[in-house]
Structures are given as C-alpha cells and as structure tokens.
C-alpha cells in the first residue's frame, strides 16, 4: 500500500521561500517500474489543480505557467522524498497542497483526478 505524508506547509511572507516534502511509503523512489508523483493544490473556494509532476522514466519534470520558474519539484531517492522548493510566493499560492503517485510515467497537470494514491495535504499560507 502507497502512503504519502506531505510536511512542510505553515505560514509564510509574500516573496518568501518554503519547501513541501512528500515522505513515500510502500514503495521506493528507485523502482525500475515507471510511476509519476504530482503536486496539486486546492485553494479556497476552487478546484484542485495539479501544478508539478516529476516522471521516473526520465526524470523529465513539469509545471503549470503560474509556477513556472518559482516552484522546482526534485526527488532525493535515499530518503524517498519528493519535494516542491517554492520561491517568490504570493498570496495566489495560499491553498492544501497535495501530493500524490500514479503508477506509469504520464504526468497531467492541471484538473486530474486520475491519481492512485494521495497525501493528506499541507496547509501553506502567504500571509503579510
């Protein structure tokens, strides 16, 4: 059984920087078999988005426009962890963030629901 524990989220200054971890369980990071991990946010009053994805196959990593250039997903293997490095934050950045594992390397950003497995969520905040 996959399990994923996001942790990191808490309140944060506009322009300020903050790092997710994802914490897998049940399988590794390193398998030879081809999975995708995704981070999705749902903010107040919207709809849940993907907004990163990282495939195993190649390592190829993904973001919608609004992250681009803010957020880096990135891996550690020895630890398996995936993590979201968020820059420049704004207040548009408030929301649940979620990760969340998809056997097979197809990563889809944006509304998806097709995920096997999801975290719990961490709440992270841009606040003044």
């Known amino acids: 059984q996959v399990q994923l524990v996001e942790s990191g989220g808490g309140l944060v200054q506009p322009g300020g920087p903050l790092r997710l971890s994802c914490a897998a369980s049940?399988?590794?990071?390193?398998?030879?078999?081809?999975?995708?991990i995704g981070w999705f946010r749902q903010a107040p009053g919207k709809e849940r988005e993907g907004i990163s994805c990282?495939?195993?196959?190649?390592?190829?990593?993904y973001y919608i426009d609004s992250v681009k250039g803010r957020f880096t997903i990135s891996r550690d293997n020895a630890k398996n962890t995936v993590y979201l490095q968020m820059n420049n934050l704004s207040f548009e950045d408030t929301a649940v963030y979620y990760c969340?594992?998809?056997?097979?390397?197809?990563?889809?950003?944006?509304?998806?629901?097709?995920?096997?497995?999801w975290g719990k969520g961490a709440l992270v905040t841009v606040s003044s």
């Open positions: 969340a594992f998809q056997s097979g390397d197809l990563c889809v950003l944006g509304h998806y629901d097709g995920m096997d497995y």
């Open positions: 990282i495939s195993s196959s190649d390592g190829s990593t």
């Open positions: 049940g399988f590794s990071l390193d398998s030879p078999d081809y999975y995708a």
